[in-house]
Nanobody
Framework: EVQLVESGGGLVQAGGSLRLSCAAS????????IGWYRQAPGKEREGVSC????????YYGDSVKGRFTISSDNAKNTVYLQMNSLTPEDTAVYYC???????????????????WGKGTLVTVSS
């Protein structure tokens, strides 16, 4: 059974940090790119970051560049998203998703990835 399980969300004050984890199972982790996406109430889904396991490339959405860092631990089949300097605008449900590449992320297609997690809520208070 394919599973992507996000964890690490919570409530944090503006300026604080959180680290999200995405634990994958049931598929060949090394063959997939893992992306982070977020959706706030009443807003469109947004691409946050993507890690390509095939070559280690990393990509970021403009709103998080310089503040968020994505990394992968292939031994644990887990991708992390370190989020620093959080602002209330970062409040959203954060999802991880697996796809064959980061192509969808780069093209702004934030739906239709092969596998999705159920999400973890991040709330940033002002």
């Amino acid at each position: 059974e394919v599973q992507l399980v996000e964890s690490g969300g919570g409530l944090v004050q503006a300026g604080g940090s959180l680290r999200l984890s995405c634990a994958a199972s049931g598929f060949t982790f090394d063959d997939y790119a893992i992306g982070w996406y977020r959706q706030a109430p009443g807003k469109e889904r947004e691409g946050v970051s993507c890690f390509s396991n095939s070559d280690g490339s990393t990509y970021y959405g403009d709103s998080v560049k310089g503040r968020f860092t994505i990394s992968s631990d292939n031994a644990k089949n887990t991708v992390y998203l370190q989020m620093n300097s959080l602002t209330p605008e970062d409040t959203a449900v954060y999802y991880c998703a697996a796809d064959t590449s980061c192509g969808g992320f780069l093209l702004g297609f934030y739906y239709g990835m092969d596998y999705w997690g159920k999400g973890t809520l991040v709330t940033v208070s002002s």
